[in-house]
Structure formats: structure tokens, C-alpha cells
């Protein structure tokens, strides 16, 4: 996945939109559904769990289903690529611990993915306002650089691609 740059008005504006969209999505569709089926199918206890959490599923699929549909839509272009990316970096912070012992060692993919790790890292970081943890990833990239520097590697963060992390 390249790294590119995003908007950051437009980004989270749709954000926003869409988790509103979500939260009100989800709560409409759940009351109308239990209600409906409340007043279908009324239990003589007065316990109507069943029908309430139905009514949450049928609202979450469907919300979900939605979101799946229009995720290639120009409105959710950033969004998209943002959940993406997160997904992206997950999978490399779950390798992280044998990735800097490979890169360590020299290991010319271990050193590309951590640098895009960091590098993406910092794009959301800074899409997200989180300023706090900057500075350590200033730090970890510094000694990332010394350890591509020691080992001669060249870092290209549009050659990684994932499946290099197969390896580890």
C-alpha cells in the first residue's frame, strides 16, 4: 500500500460524517426493527432481550453492509484509505519484535517495513492530531536510519510491499 498524502479537512470531516451516519443508522435500525417485532410478537414476562438484540444485529449487518457497498464512492476515498492503512500497520506491529531483531542484523526488509511502519505512523498521527508519541518515533527513526546507514541499505518506502513480511 503507498503511502500518500491525505487531506486533512476533507478527512475528517468524512469521518465524522460517517461515524455520525453509523451511530444514528445503527439506533434507528435497531428500535424500528425490535419495536416492529415487539408489537408483532410481545412476550407476556415483559422481557423483549431477544427481540432488542435481534433488532442490533440486523442494524450492525446492515450498516455494515453499507459501508461495504459505498466504500469506493469519492466520499469515502480517505476514510477508506485510512482504515486501510491502520490495518497495514497492524499487521506489521504484529511483527515488530522480529522485525528489529532482523533488522539488527541487516535484514534489508525488516529495515524497509519499520521505516514505512514509522513513516505511515506519522501520517496518521498527524491526520489524527496525536503529537504526543512524535518524538520517540523521531527517535526510532533515527536509529533506524543509522542501522540502513551501518548496513548500506537503501530505504524506498513505495518499494515495500507486504508480503515481504512473510518471512518474519
Not at 498524502?5 to 468524512?14: A, D, F, G, L, S
Not at 434507528?28 to 419495536?35: A, N, R
Not at 514505512?116 to 512524535?134: G, K, P, V
Not at 526510532?140 to 507486504?162: G, H, R
Amino acid at each position: 500500500m503507498k503511502l500518500i498524502e491525505i487531506n486533512k479537512v476533507r478527512y475528517r470531516r468524512h469521518l465524522k460524517f460517517v461515524i455520525a451516519g453509523c451511530v444514528v443508522g445503527l439506533t434507528v435500525i435497531s428500535l424500528v426493527f425490535s419495536q416492529t417485532l415487539i408489537a408483532f410478537f410481545p412476550d407476556q414476562s415483559g422481557s423483549h432481550f431477544h427481540w432488542n438484540l435481534l433488532g442490533v444485529v440486523v442494524a450492525s449487518v446492515s450498516i455494515a453492509w453499507l459501508l461495504n457497498r459505498y466504500r469506493k464512492h469519492d466520499f469515502m476515498t480517505e476514510v477508506v484509505y485510512v482504515w486501510e492503512l491502520k490495518q497495514a500497520l497492524n499487521k506489521i506491529n504484529r511483527r515488530m519484535r522480529k522485525l528489529e531483531s532482523a533488522g539488527r542484523e541487516g535484514n534489508a526488509d525488516a529495515l524497509l517495513a519499520m521505516h514505512y511502519s514509522y513513516l505511515a505512523s506519522r501520517l496518521l498521527w498527524q491526520l489524527d492530531d496525536n503529537t504526543l508519541t512524535m518524538e520517540e518515533l523521531a527517535v526510532k527513526q533515527a536509529e533506524l536510519d543509522s542501522l540502513a546507514e551501518k548496513f548500506t541499505v537503501v530505504l524506498n518506502v513505495d518499494a515495500y510491499d507486504e508480503r515481504t513480511l512473510q518471512q518474519f
